[in-house]
């Protein structure tokens, strides 16, 4: 009874060591770009690390463009406005970027044109 318990206990602590702990993002910088990298590759599962769901459903229900990182500035509201811009299509994202318990992450997206 006592080898059993052992070995269900040790396995349980195996399963939750191997478990990933989710990712905290530190700056509203590194949670635009993350998400973006997400959308670039098609890949919803790491743009979770980033972005609330809201904005990941938006982002990819549009067909991805090639777009240059701007930066970031603070907003009066306290959260963070991040731009990608694409010069040539005369389009740009802007990602609202908001810190959470589990760090920044993008809580909206919105373009510059509808004609995506």
Partial sequence: MKIKFIALLLCCLTMIST???QTIIKTPEEAAQGLYRAWSRKNRKTAQNF???EAI???FETRRQTMK???CAKREEGDYECIYEDAKN???LAMIVKF???GARVASVS???EAI
């Fill in 100 to 102: 959470f318990r589990a």
């Fill in 51 to 53: 972005a609330r769901a």
């Fill in 19 to 21: 478990v990933p702990a």
């Fill in 57 to 59: 459903n938006k982002l």
């Fill in 111 to 113: 373009f510059s044109s």
């Fill in 69 to 71: 990182f701007k930066g």
């Fill in 90 to 92: 005369d389009l740009s």
